[in-house]
């Protein structure tokens, strides 16, 4: 497949997930959504870096497009989606940290312990919650 050919693919499946991501944000309980996002992976696949870093790729530049800035949580969502498309099991994971008098959250995605999308927030956020892939210790 030519370059320009795969990554108007992936740029396509991006703006969809994403545009999906966000309405499932405003419209669905987080419960439901958690819900799906927690279930297993159907048909698990080897993988390659290369899926990973074009998902990657493919999000970040869809989303640098957006005008808003609360985004962590619908580009965590729609990388999610893309990789359980490829059969690549992922985990999401929720964190809290205060600033000032008030909760700032924070959503990103890891494959193994490699964080794909977004990033820990070091030590300023406290991770509460993950879903899908049980975390190896």
């Known amino acids: 497949m030519k370059l320009q050919t795969r990554r ?12 999906f991501a966000r309405l499932a944000v405003r419209l669905i309980a987080p419960a439901r959504i958690f819900a799906w996002v927690d279930r297993p992976v159907q048909r698990p696949s080897r993988f390659s870096g290369d899926e990973v870093g074009w998902i990657n790729w493919a999000i970040d530049t869809v989303s640098a497009n957006s005008p808003r800035n609360d ?57 509460i919650a993950e879903f899908g892939v049980p975390r190896t210790v």
Request: charged fraction near 25%.
């Open 8 to 19: 108007r693919l992936y740029l396509r499946e991006a703006f969809v997930m994403f545009i």
């Open 71 to 127: 985004l962590c949580l619908p580009r965590a969502l729609a990388v999610h989606a893309m990789l359980r498309r490829r059969g690549i099991a992922s985990r999401l994971c929720l964190a809290v940290a205060r600033e000032q008098q008030e909760l700032a959250g924070h959503a990103w995605v890891e494959v193994d312990d490699h964080t794909i999308i977004g990033d820990t927030g070091g030590d300023r956020f406290t991770r």
